[in-house]
């Protein structure tokens, strides 16, 4: 039933600030026990993990992101975004959203995806 939707521009700048935004519909990203992560895969390689914010608000990010990526939320739009600054090259991926489950401190998987959004980092 729960439904994620990122929009954000497709292109952006090196050394910009990228922001994402992911819609959720059909469950609140207040309800106890889920996480809502950012995941992107570049071109050729995998998917990589970038970070999320919990039904509560605390934030994890990656530590090799982390002075670069800040996740917030809007509980009344029931929204969450991804900020990623300083951008280069390297940035360039597809960028999705999804909901994981943590029960406990322990990890149970990932629910809902979204589809994706390509983003270019280019001059």
Do not use: H
């Amino acid at each position: 039933q729960v439904q994620l939707q990122e929009s954000g521009p497709g292109l952006v700048k090196p050394s910009q600030t990228l922001s994402l935004t992911c819609t959720v519909s059909g469950g609140s990203i207040s309800t106890n026990d889920y996480y809502w992560s950012w995941i992107r895969q570049p071109p050729g390689k995998g998917l990589e993990w970038m970070g999320a914010i919990s039904y509560s608000g605390n934030t994890y990010y990656r530590p090799s992101l982390n002075s670069r990526t800040s996740i917030s939320r809007d509980t009344s739009k029931n929204q969450f975004t991804l900020q990623l600054s300083s951008l280069t090259p390297e940035d360039t991926a597809v960028y999705y959203c999804a909901r994981e489950v943590v029960v406990a401190g322990t990890w149970a998987g990932f629910g809902s995806w979204g589809q994706g959004t390509q983003v270019t980092v280019s001059s």
